[in-house]
Structures are given as C-alpha cells and as structure tokens.
C-alpha cells in the first residue's frame, strides 16, 4: 500500500472563512460547549467585548476602538501580541519541514533553547521542558520528593503554583482545593515566617520547600532577607528550594528572575513558562542543579521515567529562543524595571488623596493596588455593605469602569481580594502609563465623589453576590 497522499481536489481548510462565518457565535458556542460560566460571568461585569484584532499591548474592537492590555493573559504574552521577531521564528520552524518529536533523536533547537536559558541561571545546569506553568511545577515536585526521598513538600499560604492535583497540592487557595481531595501530603506555612519553617523542617520527611518570591494573589513579596535563610534551613536540613517564576520570571520584575534581586539565593530548582512561549505555543521549563537530574536519570533504564508527548517540541523551542533574544537585544528587563518605577511612583503618589486607596507594592511590571476602609462616614457605609455582601466588590467596581470607560483591562488579583494586580507586556512605555495613571485617576475621583455612577454598579454587584449564596 502507498503512502496516502493529499488529494490534489480536496477542499482547503479555510480558517479565515470558518471565524468569517462563525465568529460572532463566540460566546453562544463558549456556554453550549465549554465553562458555561465564564460567558456568564463577563456578560455579568460587562466584560463581553469582541475583539478582532491585537499588537503589542493592545486590542482593538470591530469599530477601531483600541484597548490598553495591563493583564497580559495573565503575564503570557512579555512581549506583548505578535511580536515580529517571534513571529518570523514560528514561521521559519514551520517551512524548515523539521524531524520533529521523533522521541529516538536529539534535535538541536532543545538543547540550544536550554543553552541560553541557562546563561541567564547562574547556578543551575539542566532543563526539562514541558508545557506549562502547572506542569513545570509538576516536574519540580517530582524531582524533590525523588532525589531528596522525602514525601512531603512544603509551600506559602495564599501561594499559587497551578491546578494540576500535584501543583494543586502547593496551592494556598481553599477555593480551588475544595472538592479535589484527597491531595498530596503537603503543608502550608506563611510566607516569611522562618520559625514555621524550621519547625517543619525538623519533622525530617520535608523533600522541599516551594515559594514564589512575589506572590501572585495580592502581590505579596518575600520578605528581605526571607529567600536567602530559608534556603540556608533546608540546606541544613537536606531539603530544596524550589522557587516558582512561571509568573515572575522572564524580566516580569525588573531583573531576568525574581530571586535575583536577593543575593545569595541559589535554588535547587527553578520553574518557568508564560512568557517563555512568546504567546505562541505552550512551553514550561524545570531547571535544576545537575546532581539533581542524574538521580532522577540515573540509569538508561530510566530514560523515559519523566517525560512530556509535546515537551521540546520545535515550534515552542523556537518561540523561546525568539523570546530571550528579544529579551537581549531590546534589552527587555532593563525597560520593564524602568517603566515599573514610573508606574509604581506615580501611583504611590495618590495614596494620600484617595482615603479608599490603601497601598501600592510589587516590583518591576507586576504591581498591586490595594484598597482599604475609608475614613469619612458616607463612604465608609458604602464600603461597609459591599463588604457585607463579598469582599472584593470594590476592586471589581474600579476594574470595570476601567473597560468599560477607558478601555484598559486589569484584573481583580484572586478571590475575595481588595487588590488590583497590573501584569502589562513589558514593552508599555510611558504613554501606556500615562493612558493608565489618567483613567485610574478618573475612577477613583468618581468613586470618592459621591457621584454614584460607581456605587450604582456596585448595588449590582452586591444583588448578583446575594443571589450567587
């Protein structure tokens, strides 16, 4: 039998006309076949936008109406959309009609891809590439418990490492755990608390620590100091530290890792995707020391032990070798440390004119505004029934008038949250900033005035959180 060939009278597939024709039952077809929630839940808010189009930091509407992207896919698209240079290497991949994913050959974009990874990872010296931020922390997670031979594995309260059940086991959000029981043997303990730590430690069954260094939930950053002696206690120990970048990493910061802007801080494991894809194709990476690797590798008859179906494949190698030379040449996290000066700055400075407004942290291009009880009377009942209905209504309240009248996207950061969490590409300047610090000025001088525009919405808010009990 021949090998089948494409019939030369076969109609093409036409993926331009197939989203022509059917693209406008976007959020019909998400509620019949998908998480019916999710349409509901922006129809809600008001978030049901169609977009057609989007670069760099933006989007763009079928009327031509741009929005500002200060969310980012929730910190996968760095560079921002369709950077040319990413681009360009996707397409090159694909006409280079590779061998790829022979799972019996060793292709040479892998090993580059990890080459230059590395050069930005002082200490550490192998890669395993995955698919994502879940499973890069899934391999983490192994390699401990194995090379360590310890079962339990310790993480930060209000962390979050992913919704696999491993990475889902590390996870310090009840909201997402409830219901996916039994979990892993792992154990919280609160970011920057050393003495629970070290109480832990002395159990002897802890194969690791794993932390994020700036928390994703409420941008909440390791305290100084924190990084450093929590890995001197488990060294002590003979337990890892495992430092979770899947958001943090790739210049997000203002430096290449978020540890790094502690000295002496060497982990025995570090996780990383989001960015690393470009906003192409899915990739994850678990870089590790090499006595690490040799353990859990330790033999040809444990080749395959760990492994992944489309980890390493050429696309998503490509995609991150475009990425870190972007990253280079454009000497990306050096601006995003800048801009996020810029940014953090002018927004702190409005933290004594706006009694709702409580605090401004994070570093780099990852920041949180907090908001927090108001001082005087009639906004301090407002603020008390939104509160009485569900914590963080109000986040909400601003993050919607931001759509909706000034067209940025931000996002409330997790659940039950007081704290917006600004994740934009890394390549904003300071005309997106400035586009920003306006609107979000705009926002809360509506929300202190009394006007109502703000708290009418939020009556709506609190009607759907009474109706959702």
Same mark, same amino acid.
Request: charged share 25%; glycine share 10%; aromatic share 8%.
């Given at each position: 039998?021949?090998?089948?060939?494409?019939?030369?009278?076969?109609?093409?597939?036409?993926?331009?006309?197939?989203?022509? *024709?059917?693209?406008?039952?976007?959020?019909?077809?998400?509620?019949?076949?998908? +998480?019916?929630?999710?349409?509901?839940?922006?129809?809600?808010?008001?978030? !049901?936008?169609?977009?057609?189009?989007?670069?760099?930091?933006?989007? #763009?509407?079928?009327?031509?109406?741009?929005?500002?992207?200060?969310?980012?896919?929730?910190?996968?698209?760095?560079?921002?959309?369709?950077?040319?240079?990413?681009?360009?290497?996707?397409?090159?991949?694909?006409?280079?009609?590779?061998?790829?994913?022979?799972?019996?050959?060793?292709?040479?974009?892998?090993?580059?891809?990890?080459?230059?990874?590395?050069?930005?990872?002082?200490?550490?010296?192998?890669?395993?590439?995955?698919?994502?931020?879940?499973?890069?922390?899934?391999?983490?997670?192994?390699?401990?418990?194995?090379?360590?031979?310890?079962?339990?594995?310790?993480?930060?309260?209000?962390?979050?490492?992913?919704?696999?059940?491993?990475?889902?086991?590390?996870?310090? *959000?009840?909201?997402?755990?409830?219901?996916?029981?039994?979990?892993?043997?792992?154990?919280?303990?609160?970011?920057?608390?050393?003495?629970?730590?070290?109480?832990?430690?002395?159990?002897?069954?802890?194969?690791?620590?794993?932390?994020?260094?700036?928390?994703?939930?409420?941008?909440?950053?390791?305290?100084?100091?924190?990084?450093?002696?929590?890995?001197?206690?488990?060294?002590?120990?003979?337990?890892?530290?495992?430092? !979770?970048?899947?958001?943090?990493?790739?210049?997000?910061?203002? !430096?290449?890792?978020?540890?790094?802007?502690?000295?002496?801080?060497?982990?025995?494991?570090?996780?990383?995707?989001?960015?690393?894809?470009?906003?192409?194709?899915?990739?994850?990476?678990?870089?590790?020391?090499? #006595?690490?690797?040799?353990?859990?590798?330790?033999?040809?008859?444990?080749?395959?032990?760990?492994?992944?179906?489309?980890?390493? +494949?050429?696309?998503?190698?490509?995609?991150?070798?475009?990425?870190?030379?972007?990253?280079?040449?454009?000497?990306?996290?050096?601006?995003?440390?800048?801009?996020?000066?810029?940014?953090?700055?002018?927004?702190?400075?409005?933290?004594?004119?706006?009694?709702?407004?409580?605090?401004?942290?994070?570093?780099?291009?990852?920041?949180? /505004?907090?908001?927090?009880?108001?001082?005087?009377?009639?906004?301090?009942?407002? #603020?008390?029934?939104?509160?009485?209905?569900?914590?963080?209504?109000?986040?909400?309240?601003?993050?919607?008038?931001?759509?909706?009248?000034?067209? /940025?996207?931000?996002?409330?950061?997790?659940?039950?949250?007081?704290?917006?969490?600004?994740?934009?590409?890394?390549? /904003?300047?300071?005309?997106?900033?400035?586009?920003?610090?306006?609107?979000?000025?705009?926002?809360?001088?509506?929300?202190?005035?009394?006007?109502?525009?703000? #708290? !009418?919405?939020?009556?709506?808010?609190?009607?759907?959180?009474?109706? +959702?009990?």
């Amino acid at each position: 039998m021949t090998t089948l060939e494409p019939a030369a009278d076969t109609e093409e597939f036409d993926l331009g006309g197939l989203l022509a *024709e059917r693209g406008a039952e976007r959020y019909e077809l998400h509620a019949r076949y998908l +998480n019916h929630q999710l349409p509901r839940m922006l129809h809600t808010i008001g978030f !049901d936008k169609v977009y057609e189009r989007a670069e760099g930091a933006y989007f #763009w509407d079928a009327d031509g109406a741009d929005y500002l992207d200060m969310l980012a896919g929730f910190g996968v698209m760095g560079l921002g959309r369709h950077h040319p240079v990413v681009r360009k290497a996707l397409h090159d991949a694909l006409d280079a009609g590779l061998a790829d994913l022979t799972r019996f050959d060793c292709q040479p974009l892998p090993g580059l891809l990890a080459e230059k990874l590395l050069t930005h990872s002082p200490h550490l010296d192998r890669v395993f590439f995955g698919n994502s931020g879940t499973e890069a922390v899934e391999t983490a997670l192994k390699f401990a418990r194995y090379a360590t031979g310890r079962p339990r594995v310790l993480y930060c309260d209000h962390a979050f490492h992913g919704l696999t059940t491993g990475s889902l086991s590390v996870n310090g *959000e009840d909201g997402f755990r409830d219901g996916f029981a039994p979990l892993l043997p792992d154990t919280a303990v609160p970011l920057g608390d050393l003495d629970a730590l070290a109480r832990e430690l002395r159990k002897g069954d802890v194969a690791a620590l794993i932390v994020e260094p700036i928390q994703g939930k409420g941008v909440h950053e390791a305290p100084p100091g924190y990084l450093r002696a929590a890995q001197e206690l488990l060294h002590r120990n003979r337990a890892l530290l495992i430092v !979770d970048e899947v958001q943090t990493g790739l210049g997000r910061t203002g !430096d290449f890792y978020a540890y790094q802007h502690e000295d002496g801080v060497e982990p025995d494991l570090v996780c990383v995707a989001k960015a690393l894809s470009g906003g192409y194709v899915p990739v994850g990476a678990t870089l590790g020391k090499d #006595w690490i690797f040799k353990k859990v590798y330790s033999s040809m008859d444990r080749v395959l032990v760990h492994s992944a179906s489309f980890g390493s +494949n050429a696309q998503a190698m490509a995609a991150g070798l475009a990425v870190l030379s972007v990253m280079e040449n454009e000497q990306i996290v050096a601006h995003a440390r800048a801009m996020g000066e810029l940014l953090k700055s002018r927004l702190t400075s409005l933290v004594d004119k706006y009694e709702l407004l409580s605090d401004v942290r994070g570093r780099g291009l990852m920041i949180g /505004i907090e908001f927090g009880r108001p001082k005087s009377l009639k906004l301090r009942s407002r #603020w008390t029934m939104l509160q009485a209905a569900r914590k963080g209504l109000f986040a909400q309240m601003v993050v919607v008038p931001l759509l909706r009248r000034h067209r /940025i996207l931000t996002q409330v950061s997790g659940d039950h949250l007081e704290v917006i969490k600004l994740i934009p590409p890394l390549v /904003i300047g300071e005309r997106e900033v400035d586009r920003f610090v306006a609107a979000f000025t705009e926002v809360m001088d509506d929300a202190h005035s009394g006007s109502g525009l703000m #708290w !009418d919405f939020g009556r709506t808010l609190v009607k759907q959180a009474v109706a +959702n009990r």
